[in-house]
């Protein structure tokens, strides 16, 4: 059964430094898509951050550029959004994605949408 599961979500300060992780079950993760989006309330999904099937490549979107990171745990098969210098436009549910056959910049793009398997998501806050 397919299942990716986030978590690290919580309150914080703008600032402020978070750590998501996604776990993934059912396949391996080693030569997936992988990709981090979000969903503010009254906005569209958008994507974050994501890393390419068979490449080690990794995408930014441009408002999280030297603030985010993304990397994967192939061996603890799970995925990883290190988050630093928040700020309050960041407040979102965060979502993981993962898919076989998305490469290059194609990984952050549409929102998403061309993804097979997503996880529940995640509550980021930032508030002062």
């Known amino acids: 059964q397919v299942q990716l599961v986030e978590s690290g979500g919580d309150f914080v300060q703008p600032g402020g430094s978070l750590r998501l992780s996604c776990a993934v079950a059912?396949?391996?993760?080693?030569?997936?898509?992988v990709g981090w989006f979000r969903q503010a309330p009254g906005k569209d999904r958008e994507g974050v951050a994501c890393?390419?099937?068979?490449?080690?490549?990794?995408y930014y979107a441009d408002s999280v550029k030297g603030r985010f990171t993304i990397s994967r745990d192939n061996i603890k098969n799970t995925i990883f959004l290190q988050m630093n210098n928040l700020k309050f436009e960041d407040t979102a549910v965060y979502y993981c994605?993962?898919?076989?056959?998305?490469?290059?910049?194609?990984?952050?793009?549409?929102?998403?949408?061309?993804?097979?398997?997503w996880g529940q998501g995640t509550q980021v806050t930032v508030s002062s």
């Open positions: 994605a993962a898919d076989p056959v998305i490469y290059g910049s194609d990984c952050l793009a549409a929102g998403g949408s061309r993804y097979d398997y």
């Open positions: 059912g396949f391996q993760l080693r030569s997936y898509a």
């Open positions: 890393m390419s099937a068979l490449t080690v490549d990794t």
